[in-house]
């Protein structure tokens, strides 16, 4: 049966320089077997116990994916890479320079990546830090992945406001490199303690939001002055689309 078709919806920030990536398109068509909602999503009963219980959300947390010292040698070898570079983005009309640094690739040459508004500069060859890396989430989670966006927090005073991804997010898997960082999630309509939810994402932590989690949840990492340095976070995603 094919995919219902739903409507795109950009993100929200309260953050006028650091706006999440918008929604994403493909150059082709997916195949209709890579439609199913269930066939690429985190099943392994090993992992119950780091399955999060939250209303309208499938979330894991998995705080040692990889002890300290890997996770740190990973920190440095990727803020060697020669990918990065500061998009400039569209707010309101006006061009700015985004304050975060970001690297992205793709397994798939043909994919297309647009970020509020602007082509995002796609790499197909992966480093072979990152390689492994992404070897190792989809060994640990039993699922495939078709892009990664590697963003860069130079130290607590840079941050990305409240904001949900494209629901063509079927998958987004979030390694932590580095400084610890605040990770909340706020649900559209529960009011109150219940509808907030916050973790210290740590170095070497694995944090994977899964199927209609993007329709009720935002997120954001807040700022926080007092961390002076450098997280980076590589959200492991699994892209799915329709060609209208």
């Not at 400039?88 to 990546?113: H, N």
């Not at 390689?131 to 130290?155: A, T």
């Amino acid at each position: 049966m094919p995919p219902i078709k739903r409507k795109r919806t950009g993100p929200e920030t309260d953050n006028r320089r650091d706006k999440a990536a918008a929604p994403l398109k493909a150059l082709v068509p997916i195949p209709k077997d890579e439609f199913d909602e269930n066939s690429q999503q985190v099943k392994d009963s090993t992992l119950n116990s780091n399955k999060i219980d939250m209303q309208d959300a499938c979330i894991y947390y998995i705080p040692d994916l990889i002890d300290k010292p890997k996770a740190s040698e990973w920190y440095d070898r990727l803020s060697n890479l020669p990918t990065w570079y500061r998009p400039t983005l569209k707010v309101y009309g006006k061009s700015v320079l985004q304050s975060r640094e970001i690297a992205a690739y793709t397994t798939d040459p043909k994919l297309i990546v647009k970020y509020s508004g602007a082509l995002v500069t796609l790499h197909a060859e992966y480093p072979q830090v990152l390689s492994d890396i992404q070897v190792m989430v989809e060994g640990k989670l039993g699922v495939k992945f078709n892009h990664v966006m590697l963003n860069r927090y130079g130290s607590g005073d840079v941050y990305i406001g409240l904001h949900s991804d494209g629901l063509e997010n079927r998958i987004i898997a979030t390694v932590s490199v580095g400084a610890e960082r605040t990770f909340i999630m706020r649900h559209r309509t529960i009011k109150g303690e219940c509808g907030v939810k916050k973790w210290t994402l740590g170095n070497g932590s694995l944090f994977v939001m899964q199927g209609d989690t993007q329709r009720f949840w935002k997120h954001e990492i807040p700022k926080e002055p007092k961390i002076k340095e450098g997280r980076i976070s590589l959200t492991f995603r699994q892209l799915v689309f329709q060609m209208n």
